[in-house]
């Protein structure tokens, strides 16, 4: 029998973050695919995450906005990274 462990932060509703705190690992993306994004965190990784827009500045020092996936747990980062999630 599989044994059912409870995470605390899905009970809190605490996992995905409504801002980026600056130790979080921030990973680009391009396209923005929420469903299929937001259902594979939730399934595969345990920690708290952030996902929306943040703004950078580009090589001109012009500021501009894009999309990003942060993890606090920078192994989580690396897993979501190589399984190519919402890479299409």
């Known amino acids: 029998m599989r044994e059912f462990k409870v ?7 605490g996992r995905r973050l409504d801002f980026l705190p600056p130790h979080f690992k921030s990973i ?7 469903p299929e994004v937001d259902n594979w ?3 595969n990784l345990r920690g708290r995450y952030f996902r929306g827009k943040t703004t ?6 012009q500021i501009i906005e894009c999309y990003v996936i942060a993890f606090e747990d920078p192994k989580e980062a690396t897993f979501f ?3 190519n999630v919402g890479q299409k």
């Not at 680009?28 to 929420?34: H, K, L």
């Not at 950078?56 to 020092?61: A, E, G, R, S």
């Open 28 to 34: 680009e993306i391009s396209n923005f695919v929420t």
């Open 81 to 83: 990274i190589l399984n």
């Open 7 to 13: 995470n605390a932060l899905n009970l809190l509703g």
């Open 41 to 43: 965190i939730m399934t």
């Open 56 to 61: 950078k500045l580009d090589n001109n020092n």
